[in-house]
């Protein structure tokens, strides 16, 4: 990290659903997608601030940009775990990383990251709400 920190990750769990997957029972490359959502909010609420506060507050963090690396899959029925962390946290945009992982052997299957910009309501660029900013120095 830019500023000597060492990030927080923060883990989240749960199984691959059926919905999830193609005729071969592996997850569908867009699915991971899905699993980065998940971990992002499970992340920030583990760090006090929901994502539906950010937007009761009048905010909104839409994704500016995507990047996923696959080395393996997961198929119906496995556990997986979706490490996330922050990246890069700047005053109009934040970076989110991620591992995607096969719980019962713990192999990465799947890294990438989800960058957002901070809008207010109406989308226009904004700065970082004061509360994110608290949270994230602390």
Not at 4 to 30: C, L, N, Q, W
Not at 78 to 98: G, H, L, P, Q, T
């Amino acid at each position: 990290m830019p500023n000597g920190k060492e990030p927080v990750v923060i883990e989240s769990s749960f199984y691959v659903r059926y919905a999830e997957t193609d005729a071969m029972s592996v997850v569908h490359h867009a699915g991971y997608l899905v699993y980065f959502e998940e971990a992002r909010s499970h992340y920030m609420r583990k760090l006090g601030s929901d994502y539906a506060n950010i937007e009761n507050d009048g905010f909104r963090l839409p994704v500016s940009e995507v990047g996923l690396r696959y080395l393996g899959s997961l198929r119906y029925g496995d556990i997986v775990k979706v490490r996330a962390w922050v990246e890069e946290n700047k005053s109009r945009r934040i970076r989110f990383a991620y591992a995607v992982c096969k719980q019962a052997d713990e192999s990465i299957l799947v890294t990438g990251f989800t960058q957002h910009i901070w809008t207010d309501h109406n989308g226009k660029v904004t700065r970082a709400p004061q509360r994110w900013v608290d949270m994230m120095a602390s």
